[in-house]
C-alpha cells in the first residue's frame, strides 16, 4: 500500500513526556514549550527529523501538531500520564513522488484579501490553517477553513487559493523530489500570473532530505 501522511494534535501537561519511533515528521509548537533533542522549542518553533525521539513539555503545559510519513503500522508512540492525541487528518500519498524525496515543512502568511493564482506543487503536503479563514478551489470544488482546520493538496492537481479579509496563515508539511532541496515546489500555471505581484510570505521551519525514498 502507498504510505500516508498524517496530522495530530498533542496536548502535553506540563512535564509530561512523548517517545516516538523512528520516521519522518516535523513536530511544530503551538503554544506552551517542549525540550527535544538538546533544544527548547517555543511557540512557532519546530523540529524535524526521521529518528526515533523524545521529547517532555515545559511547566507551562504544550500544544502541539504533528506531521508524520507513515509506511505500514502507524503505532508506536508512547505517552506518559497527562497526554492527549487526537489524529487531524491521514491521507494516502497516491502522488508521491519516486526517488529521494525531501520534507519540507514551512508556515504561508497572506494580508487581507491576498490570494494565490492558481498554481501546483511538486508533491502533496498537508495543510493547516493557524489563523484567518481560507478559501481553496481545486478540482472543481472549493471548501473553506477556519483556524484549526486541515487540509490535503496533493501536488498536480491545480489549486486557487482566497485568503479571508484578515491576515491568514497556515503551516503545511509537503514531501517533494529531492531536487527541490532549498527551492521553491510552487508553479503558476497560467502565463499572465507569473509576473504579478505575490501576496504571500514564507517561514521555512525544516527542509530535509529523508531516507524514505519514493517508488
Not at 494580508?111 to 511538486?122: I, K
Not at 478551489?137 to 479571508?164: K, L, R, T
Request: proline content about 7%.
Amino acid at each position: 500500500m502507498p504510505p500516508e501522511l498524517t496530522l495530530h494534535e498533542d496536548v502535553l501537561a506540563d512535564d509530561a513526556g512523548v517517545s516516538l519511533p523512528a520516521r519522518p515528521r516535523m513536530i511544530l509548537v503551538m503554544h506552551g514549550s517542549i525540550a527535544i533533542a538538546d533544544r527548547v522549542l517555543r511557540d512557532d518553533e519546530a523540529w524535524g527529523g526521521e529518528a526515533a525521539v523524545s521529547f517532555k513539555a515545559g511547566r507551562e503545559g504544550a500544544a502541539i501538531w504533528r506531521w508524520e510519513l507513515v509506511d505500514g503500522n502507524a503505532d508506536g508512540m508512547a505517552a506518559e500520564a497527562g497526554v492527549s492525541s487526537r489524529q487531524k487528518l491521514s491521507v494516502r500519498l497516491d502522488t508521491l513522488p519516486k526517488g529521494a524525496l525531501v520534507l519540507r515543512g514551512d508556515s504561508v502568511a497572506f494580508p487581507p484579501g491576498g490570494c494565490a493564482y492558481l498554481h501546483r506543487h511538486q508533491g502533496p503536503g498537508i495543510r493547516c490553517l493557524v489563523e484567518g479563514g481560507f478559501r481553496i478551489d481545486s478540482a472543481g470544488h472549493s471548501a473553506s477553513y477556519a483556524p484549526g482546520g486541515a487540509w490535503y493538496e496533493n501536488g498536480p492537481e491545480p489549486v486557487f487559493a482566497q485568503a479571508a479579509d484578515r491576515p491568514t496563515r497556515f503551516v503545511r508539511v509537503m514531501l517533494l523530489p529531492r531536487s527541490y532541496l532549498g527551492r521553491s515546489s510552487l508553479e503558476y500555471l497560467r502565463e499572465e500570473d507569473k509576473a504579478k505581484p505575490k501576496s504571500q510570505t514564507y517561514k521555512i521551519y525544516v527542509d530535509i532530505p529523508i531516507a524514505f525514498v519514493g517508488s
